[in-house]
């Protein structure tokens, strides 16, 4: 089965690229310095920092590096960190090729991330930000997916209807539940093999697959 679209909408973190080379690089960072602070042990700083992120999961707050940085104390700010370390950025091989392929369809590229303002500065070191007519991050509207009102910006912002747009992400709760709420379509790309899918319209591994789903509208 395939869809007629105007747009497609993309998550950015594990859908287009992934940031976990440089979070393994910077992680260590952290728990030097927090042990330092606090006066204990790196083990301890390393389970302090974490129990943190994960009792937070899913929140506005969760979104944001900065936010942690911030909560401990710690100088440090993630701008800095993906400026000093742009090469840690991975982009899935399938991604280029994919927006290059969209894009020559003559169908509109957005974003829509629950990260704060410095995911544009991720895409532009990523070499991604040029493909896309519309990004919207958290801070533009002030809520995080699924809230409506960031896809709903996202789609003023391409022009088009709900009914016209596809939404490509991994989180089946707000790539997912938030595009079919808002009206659209949603594709859910499961890179390390879920099968979980109930709510998605489509399950794909990788983005070269939507050259199966997508179809222009004239």
Not at 94 to 113: A, H, N, S
Not at 169 to 192: E, F
């Amino acid at each position: 089965m395939a869809v007629r679209v105007k747009a497609v909408l993309f998550d950015i973190d594990h859908t287009l690229l992934t940031e976990m080379p440089l979070i393994q690089l910077f992680l260590p960072q952290v728990y030097e310095k927090l042990s330092k602070r606090l006066g204990i042990n790196k083990e301890e700083a390393r389970k302090r920092f974490l129990d943190e992120i994960f009792t937070r999961r899913e929140t506005y707050e969760w979104h944001d590096w900065n936010f942690f940085f911030r909560l401990f104390g710690l100088d440090m700010r993630y701008e800095e960190i993906l400026k000093r370390y742009p090469h840690k950025l991975r982009v899935y091989p399938d991604t280029i090729p994919t927006l290059e392929w969209l894009k020559g369809m003559g169908i509109k590229l957005g974003v829509v991330t629950s990260g704060p303002e410095y995911q544009r500065l991720k895409l532009k070191l990523a070499g991604l930000d040029g493909y896309f007519d519309s990004i919207v991050t958290r801070d533009d509207v002030g809520v995080i997916k699924p809230d409506p009102k960031i896809f709903i910006r996202a789609l003023e912002e391409l022009e088009v209807k709900p009914g016209e747009a596809l939404m490509v992400g991994d989180s089946l709760w707000q790539d997912v539940y938030g595009g079919k709420n808002v009206g659209m379509k949603t594709v859910w790309i499961s890179r390390d093999g879920e099968t979980d899918f109930h709510m998605a319209d489509f399950r794909i591994r990788t983005l070269h697959e939507l050259r199966k789903i997508v179809v222009v509208v004239e």
